[in-house]
């Protein structure tokens, strides 16, 4: 059954990313993922300002309503998507929680800033019996999936080690990559903190830190969003070593083998195999995870639970500072 869909905030992750973009190649966007998606149909979106909303009527020829109350009361919907800013993710939920029940909630990562404003929102979601879900897109990508399943086979052996670059902030940018780990390696032990760092933006900390996962140990290492984004993961496994360059856009694997000269080494393949991924497409990915998860079957989407628990980990770090 296809499952109708309102989305809040039409900034660059609602429309704007994609709009000048081949529809056929590039899906960054919610409204072009839900748009196109057969699972799902948009049925309409809500924002304050007026230009984006006749942006909107125009590319998608839906109907779009400047506050959250008069879009739910027009339109009957199974999914919502939260994608105002971070600082007003909290109260767009409780707003459309009070108008309506919808199977699921997508809302764009991190919940909020605010550790009680993001447990007060997971706990709504389940009071009210709507499935939440945060996007943290890399999850979704058939990449990740596939690092997923070979760590869980151990074709990636563990212990592991890694290094990861982030830039622009640990909460806003680096949680992308601190969520991801969680995913492959389980959850988060401990930290132990290298450098405090300076603040993005005179806000968002951006520390270097080790940080030990059940399955390995991460060192995250901010570089400067000022120079270049740069969004990276390397990890080395008894077994081989993974390479997640370009925030996924390219993911090599080297596995082990017996040196050719010198009996009893091993070396590493010289020539990687590259891991299929579909960043190009991520969010039409994340829409596809959430069909699944609204027909009950198994899926790599990111809970409000799981997101909690990354917020609430990422914020220890940073209480070390």
């Known amino acids: 059954m296809v499952k109708k869909c309102v989305l809040i905030g039409l900034g660059q992750i609602g429309m704007g990313y994609d709009l000048a973009l081949d ?114 897109v890399r999850r979704a990508d058939l990449g990740s999936i596939e690092i997923k399943r070979r ?45 405090a760092g300076r603040l993005s933006d005179g806000q968002d900390p951006e520390p270097d830190v080790q940080v030990e996962f059940e399955l390995g140990t991460v060192v995250f290492i901010a570089a400067w969003e000022e120079a270049f984004s740069h969004y990276t993961i390397e990890l080395l496994s008894p077994s081989g070593r993974m390479r997640y360059e370009k925030g996924g856009e390219s993911i090599a694997w080297q596995a082990t083998h017996a040196h050719a000269e010198i009996v009893g080494y091993q070396a590493l393949q010289e020539i990687p195999e590259m891991i299929p991924n579909g960043m190009s497409r991520y969010q039409w990915h994340v829409a596809d995870q959430l069909a699944y998860a609204l027909a009950n079957q198994s899926n790599s989407l990111c809970t409000g639970r799981q997101a909690l628990a990354s917020l609430e980990a990422m914020h220890h770090i940073i209480n070390q500072r």
């Open 23 to 136: 529809s056929e190649e590039f899906v960054y966007t919610h409204a072009r993922a839900f748009s196109t998606h057969p699972g799902f149909e948009l049925v309409g979106a809500v924002d304050p300002v007026e230009t984006r909303r006749d942006l909107f009527r125009q590319h998608f020829g839906r109907p779009a309503y400047a506050d959250i109350a008069s879009a739910l009361q027009a339109q009957a919907t199974d999914v919502v998507v939260i994608a105002s800013p971070t600082s007003q993710h909290s109260a767009a939920l409780k707003e459309v929680l009070a108008h309506s029940s919808p199977q699921a909630i997508l809302c764009e990562k991190p919940l909020t800033s605010n550790l009680d404003e993001a447990r007060e929102m997971v706990d709504l979601c389940e009071t009210a019996g709507s499935k939440l879900f945060v996007n943290y």
């Open 151 to 195: 760590i869980e086979s151990e074709e990636i052996k563990a212990p592991i080690k890694g290094v990861a670059w982030y830039s622009k902030g640990f909460l806003h940018n680096g949680s992308h990559l601190f969520n991801l780990l969680e995913y492959w390696l389980g959850p988060f032990v401990k930290a132990n903190m290298l450098d």
